[in-house]
């Protein structure tokens, strides 16, 4: 389950400022680990993977960084714009390659200018 | 390069009906997975198809089941319907590469209503 305090539920910050999401995972044995970005009826969107056996990655403006120890996962967006303004959602791969993604709480993130 | 698509879009059904959802899977993509997502809350594993067979599943009752076709094409059924089935079903299409976790790639969804 989620860790009190890590997660928020809401984060609101300004255009050009930095962003950091935080997810708390479940299971020590998940292996995999991706962030989607949910707009208002849409599907979720991939934004960005890592697997167990790295501890960074970076993407265009974003980067995931895996901390095993406290089973804890982070998505930071660089110089955050409006069309990033969506609900982000962590899930982990539990079980064997390719099954079933269990997902965390989301952050809804408001982006203003 | 197609992205996944579920069919339909929107629909509005009474208790103890059943519905089919359909959805196609990304070109390339081989493998299916469904979920259910409650309004707030984050999608939850029903079941996975891999070349026509369920190849995993979560908590969700017999009443919910699936299909996969030869074009990795899939459905879900849902029989009896119930008020708490009122949710967005989502679909989501992956590669199998041989026990190498490749990211699920989802479609819009069909926002399913029980009255």
């Known amino acids: 389950g989620e860790s009190v305090g890590l997660h928020l539920p809401t984060l609101s910050v300004q255009e050009g400022d930095n962003s950091i999401i935080n997810c708390a995972y479940s299971n020590s044995a998940s292996d995999y680990f991706i962030w989607y970005k949910q707009e208002s009826g849409k599907g979720p969107q991939f934004i960005i993977d890592?697997?167990?056996?790295?501890d960074k990655r970076q993407g265009q403006r974003v980067t995931v960084l895996l901390n095993k120890t406290v089973k804890h996962l982070s998505l930071q967006i660089a110089a955050t714009q409006p069309g990033d303004s969506a609900v982000y959602f962590c899930?982990?791969?539990?079980?064997?390659?390719?099954?079933?993604?269990?997902f965390g709480k989301g952050t809804t993130l408001s982006v203003s200018s | 390069e197609t992205g996944v698509t579920q069919s339909p879009t929107h629909l509005i059904k009474t208790r103890g009906q059943q519905v089919t959802l359909r959805c196609s899977s990304q070109?390339?993509?081989?493998?299916v997975s469904w979920y259910q997502q409650a309004l707030g809350q984050g999608p939850q594993f029903i079941f996975q198809y891999y070349r026509e067979e369920e190849n995993g599943r979560g908590n969700f009752p017999p009443r919910f089941s699936g299909l996969q076709f030869p074009n990795y094409s899939s459905e879900l059924n849902v029989n009896a319907l119930e008020l708490d089935d009122s949710a967005l079903y989502l679909c989501a299409s992956s590669l199998d590469a041989g026990g190498i976790n490749q990211p699920q790639h989802f479609g819009d969804g069909t926002r399913l209503s029980i009255l």
């Open positions: 899930a982990e791969n539990e079980g064997q390659a390719g099954t079933a993604l269990i």
């Open positions: 070109s390339g993509h081989n493998t």
């Open positions: 890592i697997r167990s056996n790295m």
